[in-house]
């Protein structure tokens, strides 16, 4: 916050282009931080594996639960950054900044859950042995 300290809200060139580096700034390293998550999906993968095919729930069960319970932490995530961020900015639209974030970090949550299942799919076809792509 404390680097983009009274942005306000001008409508020269220089203030939106200000506005717009500074948007763009903090979405891409909220965004790029969520991939730090993908060694602990890849670490989840064997006991959802053993626990599908024990009949504990399927794939659509456990997609919803860990979407439900990742929706916490996205949203304390977001609206930290909006607190930390808008005021100090002199931004307008405190819950449009919020909820843009929280959207994009959703979307990011999504494609590093598709990425991991991909990293997977693709080691496991080139090894000679699921076994050895699943051991942790």
């Known amino acids: 916050g404390l680097m983009y300290i009274g942005l306000g809200d001008e409508y020269d060139h220089s ?21 730090a998550v993908l060694p602990f999906f890849m670490m989840e993968r064997p006991t959802f594996l053993r626990e599908r095919t024990n009949g504990a729930y399927g794939v659509g069960a456990w997609v919803l639960a860990n979407f439900l319970c990742s929706l916490p932490g996205l949203a ?3 609206i930290l950054s909006t607190v930390c961020v808008v005021p ?11 909820a843009a974030l929280l959207c994009s970090l959703i979307a990011a949550e999504g494609f590093m859950n598709l990425i991991g299942q991909s990293v997977v799919v693709v080691s496991s076809s080139t090894s000679s042995s699921l076994n050895l792509t699943l051991s942790p």
Not at 88 to 93: D, I
């Open 15 to 35: 203030a939106i282009n200000s506005r717009t580096s500074m948007l763009f700034y903090i979405a891409a390293f909220l965004v790029f931080m969520s991939v």
């Open 76 to 78: 304390l995530i977001s």
């Open 88 to 98: 100090l900015a002199g931004l307008n639209g405190f819950g449009v900044f919020f």
